[in-house]
Nanobody, 126 residues
Framework: QVQLVESGGGLVQTGGSLRLTCAAS????????MGWFRQAPGKEREFVAA????????YYADSVKGRFTISRDNAKNTMYLQMSSLKPEDTAVYYC???????????????????WGQGTQVTVSS
């Protein structure tokens, strides 16, 4: 089974930046669509950003568009989320996810994703 491991979370000040990394195991990473989701205490898991298999198509939640950038490096089996202009509302556990059989578009629906990491905590202080 594929494994996904997030890293790069931590404590940052409002307005700061942070880059999250998702490292994937297996040889089929390049065929997956990938996404980032987040979940704050007492809240449902929320879509953040997604990227297709080649990296040529991306999709962002309105709440992060213009501040976050998703990217991937298939040669390294790695996906990234560059976060800038961070706000306290961005505080959450961030999860990477893989869509094993994606359609032609890029999905923000968590039920389209088959594999999940364990999450990394991002805390933005005011």
């Amino acid at each position: 089974q594929v494994q996904l491991v997030e890293s790069g979370g931590g404590l940052v000040q409002t307005g700061g930046s942070l880059r999250l990394t998702c490292a994937a195991s297996g040889r089929t990473f390049s065929s997956y669509a990938m996404g980032w989701f987040r979940q704050a205490p007492g809240k449902e898991r929320e879509f953040v950003a997604a990227i297709n298999w080649s990296g040529g198509s991306t999709y962002y939640a309105d709440s992060v568009k213009g501040r976050f950038t998703i990217s991937r490096d298939n040669a390294k089996n790695t996906m990234y989320l560059q976060m800038s202009s961070l706000k306290p509302e961005d505080t959450a556990v961030y999860y990477c996810a893989a869509n094993r059989a994606p359609g032609p578009g890029v999905s923000g629906n968590r039920y389209d994703y088959d594999y999940w990491g364990q999450g990394t905590q991002v805390t933005v202080s005011s």
